[in-house]
């Protein structure tokens, strides 16, 4: 990695240049933030798991037609990715009220909401990434009418079947973060997914206990961050289990 040109360094991420022109190699740290990166701590093993889920969804989610960044996988901890503009916004799908939505509108934290919310918030770590109106959106020029349609649409399209991968492994997909970008194939530009998708940036929840698999154990200070992240995994039939019934994960060759 020392003879790749960075490109930014996020808080859970690393892009450098890719190899091709239009591509970026897409690097998954092992660092947990949360608050604004008010609470930080690492975590071994989580950016492999990371990778790998992002990975298994974003795969799945091409094959049924969802434009998306994602090429391949290159080790433990890469992707190779294809390049984007970012569009500067943060796209919410909310099924279950939980975090924030539940504090803004006082909803008791795991009712289920009368159809899925998507909701904005403007990408600004030093605002606090503060929630905005498509009024906003189009008066700013974050994205246009047309952006901000193909947003919605693909959200609501990523949402059922995210819902469904999940409820069929005995999940909740309760909200999940998207991003979004423009990708410039000559004269055209399209709007694709990009970011990733995992415990990072969706809440699941086990569909019988309401046990958290996600990122809210390290907001909370439940514990088992890792371990559930696993179990994310496993249940999707990305790790294996050996006959001894344990999880068969090689951490040791994740940096290389």
């Known amino acids: 990695m020392s003879r790749r040109r960075m490109i930014y360094e996020g808080k859970a991420k690393i892009l450098y240049e890719g190899p091709e022109p239009g ?150 997909l309760v909200d999940f973060k998207l991003e979004f970008g423009r990708h410039f194939e000559g004269d055209m530009v399209r709007t694709i997914l990009a970011d990733e998708i995992s415990p990072d940036s969706c809440r699941l929840w086990d569909l019988v206990t309401n046990e958290k698999l996600d990122k809210d154990r390290f907001r909370r200070d439940l514990g088992g961050v890792t371990e559930a992240y696993a179990e994310v995994a496993r249940r999707l039939g990305i790790i294996k289990e050996s006959a001894q019934g344990g999880e068969v994960v090689d951490f040791s060759s994740a940096g290389k």
């Not at 403007?122 to 606090?128: A, P, Q, R, S, T």
């Not at 503060?130 to 009418?145: D, K, M, N, R, Y």
């Not at 990523?158 to 819902?163: C, E, T, V």
Request: aromatic fraction near 8%.
């Open 23 to 172: 591509t970026l190699i897409q690097y998954f740290k092992d660092d947990a933030t949360a608050f604004n990166a008010e609470k930080k701590a690492v975590l071994d093993g989580k950016g492999v798991l990371n990778n790998r889920i992002s990975e298994f969804i974003m795969t799945r989610l091409g094959a049924v037609g969802i434009p998306n960044h994602f090429i391949k996988r290159i080790n433990m901890r890469e992707q190779l990715i294809r390049k984007v503009e970012i569009i500067p916004l943060e796209v919410i799908v909310r099924n279950v009220a939980a975090g924030t939505m539940s504090k803004r509108l006082g909803i008791a934290e795991g009712e289920t909401l009368p159809r899925a919310i998507v909701e904005f918030c403007y990408k600004k770590d030093e605002l606090g990434d503060p929630l905005v109106s498509e009024e906003h959106i189009a008066a700013f020029g974050w994205a246009s009418p047309q952006e901000l349609d193909d947003i919605i649409s693909l959200a609501l399209r990523i949402n059922d079947f995210m819902s469904g991968l999940f409820a069929a492994v005995g999940i909740r």
